[in-house]
């Protein structure tokens, strides 16, 4: 395989492995739940309590799977370790340091 093509099969088989096993684990783990759950063989009219409870692990196995992915191709992307910081308390940070001094306000 070539040098410039390498990258983008690598992106490719990271993009089906991450979001794929991610799709995959959340559904089987789901279903899982649903079938442990009392009611879980009315396919028909399950309960709503239920079908929350199965969202749930799905969700959560979406979520993995698509910031694994993210890290995955940060690291590709730039040959290495990039660290998973929530974008939430970079910008939190962000905003405390440009908090202007008390001296400087206006009022």
Known sequence: MSLSLRPA???????V????????VGVLVGFAVFELL???????HPPA???ALVALPAL????AGSALWGVR?????SGRWV????STWGFIRAQ???RPSPSTWRG
């Open 9 to 15: 099969v690598q992106g490719a088989l990271l993009t």
């Open 17 to 24: 492995a991450c979001l794929f096993g991610g799709l995959l």
């Open 38 to 44: 009392p009611g879980g063989d009315d396919f028909a």
């Open 49 to 51: 309590l239920n079908i």
């Open 60 to 63: 959560v196995g979406f979520a």
């Open 73 to 77: 191709m940060g690291r590709l992307a």
């Open 83 to 86: 660290p998973a910081r929530p």
């Open 96 to 98: 405390r340091r440009r």
